[in-house]
């Protein structure tokens, strides 16, 4: 039986020159960076050395980079940030999707709460929103449009230039949850018009527990830690050196490296998608093309995503469903809801994110495995079998 690992969404397994990249700074050049001796100075030395090396693979300048514990961290403070902005300007709108990470609704759900308006724009099927969407929902009360980057789900690429664009010429702050797309696709926020970004180490094959927030000069952040002088004052506690070590050298070589992973990648997503497409009365969830190059998201009527995940990690396929056991009740991922996907169908999806590593063979075992498991939860399924009897219509033809 095969081993494979199709979470990569979720976590990724940290690259050697990462590992390499921390070992010095836990018995070596262990210095407090904001100590004055020479021990502690070196420390600080490294740590801007990893700033000024991230502000590079980003576009933008050194200062401009906080490191934070990761992206939920970052998303929190990009848009408090902004909204604290806005509301000593007397603006208190802001404008995101249905299909943000829950960094981002929980953030503006404790805002609508303060007495913030939110406007969250609808996804389209293919789980995209248009730059239109965008500006014709910018009022003159808006001070924050945040749109992600890529869906951590179902891996959609979002037109964040053009929406960079309209925001920027609507004097409009320009947020995006940029998690899945930090390492995989290029970012250069000067070009792209982006005034705040999230990004977190460990999606890109660094360490967990530590991220970024880039802020465009000029941006005010509010503290969401208070303390010490560090990141210019700006997120209290003593920088996690070697943590930071090992995201610098992971992003670098990501970037460094991302035009030869895409290259092997796309093509065995889509010899994937086009594998699991043969499965009956399935779906693929979102655009088959505008998607990152390792994300497939796939919907198959008839099953339990939970049941799929339990059985395929017996055959040692190791993915995610975008359904979630909560308090022991099923709730169907607000994600699919949001691009239309009904309740019953949004419960049995997959979600398979590949890596550098991945095969042709394992693409192909992965296949079979999920056929496989699909055809036996549905033989035991009496859903499927009220839907064969035509007691109950198909949703997914």
Known sequence: ????????????????????????????????????????????????????????????????????????????????????????????????????????LHTLKKLEKEGFAVTLLDVHENGLVTPQQVEDAIREDTCLVSIMYANNEIGTIQPVEAIGEICRRRGVLFHTDAVQAAGHLSIDVVKQNIDLLALSAHKFHGPKGIGVLYARRGVPLINLIEGGAQERGKRGGTENIPAIMGMAAALEQACGNMDAVNTKLIPLRDRLIQGLSQIPHSILNGDAQSRLPGNVNFCFEGIEGEALLLLLDDKGVYASSGSACTSGSLDPSHVLLAIGRPHEIAHGSLRLSLSQETTQEEVDYIIEAVSDTVAYLRSISPVWRDLLEGKQNFVIQ
């Open 1 to 104: 039986m095969m081993h494979i690992y199709a979470d990569n969404a979720a976590t990724t397994k940290m690259s050697p020159e990462a590992i390499a990249a921390m070992l010095p700074y836990f018995d070596q050049e262990y210095g407090n960076p904001s100590s004055l001796h020479s021990v502690g100075q070196r420390a600080n030395q490294a740590l801007q050395d990893a700033r000024s090396r991230i502000a590079r693979q980003l576009g933008c300048q050194p200062q401009e980079i906080l490191f934070t514990s990761g992206g939920s961290e970052a998303d929190n403070q990009a848009i408090l940030s902004a909204a604290r902005l806005g509301e000593r300007k007397g603006k208190k709108h802001i404008i995101s999707t249905a299909f943000e990470h829950h960094a981002v």
